[in-house]
């Protein structure tokens, strides 16, 4: 059995590639999204984007909550260069008529890599409430407009499925991870199987005691559930 954590607004598509393949599986969100209200400080930053060389959007939720704001204070005659961190972000985007372009790798390395490459020196960040990676890989001036928070789920039940074996869970980012750990039980980690979408959540899983995880090839839903399906067959 496939266990899908992610939030409702986010698991509809991997919930319909599960659904295809045939795989039992149960669709548990560990967290939720709620949209917050930008601070007056951020609404500021939008009067000054002919300031910055580039504009970056960090997740889907990013670019749902932020994208409308961005279309609001952006004037015709102004040229924005946008980034997104994966296809799946880009997608949203092009929604608000906003094109953008993405990484070779999909996360804030990949993003890092594209500032350098550009030689840009001040950004815009669209993010959640916490710090964003990219922070930690690039020097060049990183303001934040934060849109969203993620927070835990109020209600997990989840004693029926972590003693099962068979049951692979999905695992998007650090804090699911961190939820699913806080409502298992320790000898459940040590059998647990995890799909996660980087090396980082990957490390921070070892690092519980979680031995049995997978890297899946890239965060994207469908590399996800591919080897989540894969690992269910074998």
Do not use: W
């Not at 969100?29 to 601070?39: E, F, G, M, R």
């Not at 961190?85 to 890599?113: C, D, H, K, M």
């Amino acid at each position: 059995m496939i266990v899908n954590t992610r939030p409702s607004s986010l698991a509809n598509k991997t919930n319909e590639l599960l659904a295809r393949s045939g795989i039992e599986f149960l669709h548990e969100p560990l967290t939720k999204i709620l949209s917050v209200s930008p601070s007056n400080q951020a609404l500021e930053k939008l009067q000054q984007l002919d300031s910055y060389d580039v504009i970056i959007f960090t997740s889907q939720s990013a670019a749902k909550f932020g994208a409308p704001y961005l279309q609001k204070h952006t004037s015709k005659n102004l040229s924005l260069l946008i980034m997104a961190i994966g296809l799946a972000t880009q997608r949203v985007l092009n929604e608000y008529g906003l094109v953008s372009e993405v990484p070779s790798a999909f996360n804030s390395v990949g993003l890092a890599e594209l500032i350098e490459q550009g030689k840009h020196e001040k950004c815009l960040i669209f993010c959640g409430g916490k710090q964003p990676q990219l922070s930690f890989h690039t020097p060049v001036t990183l303001d934040t407009f934060s849109c969203y928070e993620v927070i835990d789920e109020e209600s997990v039940e989840l004693s029926n499925i972590t003693g099962n074996r068979k049951a692979i869970f999905l695992i998007y980012n650090i804090q699911t991870l961190e939820v699913l750990v806080r409502h298992s039980q320790a000898a459940d980690l040590e059998k647990m199987n995890l799909i996660v979408a980087s090396p980082r959540i990957q490390e921070a899983a070892f690092n519980h005691g979680i031995k049995g995880c997978v890297v899946a090839e890239s965060p994207h839903d469908e590399e996800m559930t591919e080897a989540a399906i894969k690992l269910a067959r074998s």
